[in-house]
């Protein structure tokens, strides 16, 4: 299999504290530092959220702008999603650094159940955020925790809601949504090459001790990878992840596995179609 694997670092998230791992990075320069070390071990998009000085979740434009500042000045040509998740914030703010056009933006259009809440994700807040995303040139990347979802993306395509070939990431291993079933992960795949071709590129991410599955069943299928400290704050059962680095450094070690190639920053923003760095 030669098509390269992308690989994605969540570093951060909204639920893992330095008392769960204290590799978490919070500060905005300990994000930089530690995207950078995951940069230089093969991730080359960045899932960005943001944290208060208390590690509370946070929507703050300017903590993103201060991220993304960054990012560029140490990783430079690697990809920067923002989240546009549930948990840093409600309504209009979750979408509130969009006009900083990073290169992505994660895109639930869909509710669904969370372990303790429903992620509530409104059709009207989804057609705001996906316009907003239109506004400013940034490509969503749709966040699928159901079957439903990857549908919805269809039709936010036909309709011109998205305007390039949609980027799924199947979402599994989240307590009361979607398990890491491995007959469901084979349908996503088989319903996004239905609906988006053959070639369409999609990702998958695991929650927890899933991360590893979801890895090796990404890569190995043909698509592509997301790991970091905001799924996942282990190794294995008894070690804590270091870093993000070393989660990326296994992903890498199952694309030698599966002699798949890491896709280099320019070939990831070729394959997503995305604006030059």
């Not at 994000?31 to 208390?54: K, L, M, P, W, Y």
């Not at 993103?64 to 989240?83: D, N, R, T, V, Y």
Request: glycine letters at 8%.
């Amino acid at each position: 299999m030669t098509t390269p694997c992308i690989i994605c670092v969540a570093i951060t998230g909204s639920l893992p504290r330095k008392a769960d791992n204290p590799a978490v990075p919070v500060t905005v320069t300990e994000q930089v530092e530690s995207t950078q070390a995951a940069f230089e071990a093969g991730a080359t998009i960045c899932h960005a959220h943001v944290r208060n000085d208390d590690e509370t979740p946070s929507s703050d434009p300017d903590k993103f702008a201060a991220l993304k500042e960054g990012l560029e000045k140490h990783c430079p040509g690697m990809i920067i999603q923002m989240s546009t998740g549930g948990r840093s914030g409600a309504g209009k703010t979750r979408g509130g650094m969009l006009p900083l056009r990073p290169d992505m933006a994660s895109l639930s259009v869909g509710s669904n159940n969370f372990p303790t809440r429903v992620y509530e994700n409104p059709p009207d807040l989804v057609d705001w955020l996906a316009s907003e995303m239109l506004a400013h040139d940034v490509k969503p990347e749709i966040e699928a925790f159901d079957l439903s979802h990857i549908l919805r993306a269809k039709a936010m395509y036909d309709a011109g809601q998205i305007k390039d070939l949609p980027y799924v990431q199947f979402v599994m291993g989240v307590k009361n949504a979607m398990p890491a079933d491995r007959e469901v992960f084979d349908f996503y795949i088989k319903t996004v090459k239905r609906l988006f071709g053959e070639d369409a590129p999609w990702c998958a991410a695991g929650i927890g001790a899933q991360q590893a599955v979801l890895n090796d069943w990404a890569i190995s299928s043909g698509g592509h990878a997301r790991t970091g400290l905001e799924d996942n704050i282990r190794l294995d059962r008894n070690t804590l992840a270091p870093s993000n680095a070393a989660l990326v450094a296994r992903t890498v070690a199952i694309c030698e596995k599966y002699e798949r190639p890491v896709a280099t920053w320019q070939q990831a923003r070729q394959m997503l179609g995305l604006r030059p760095a």
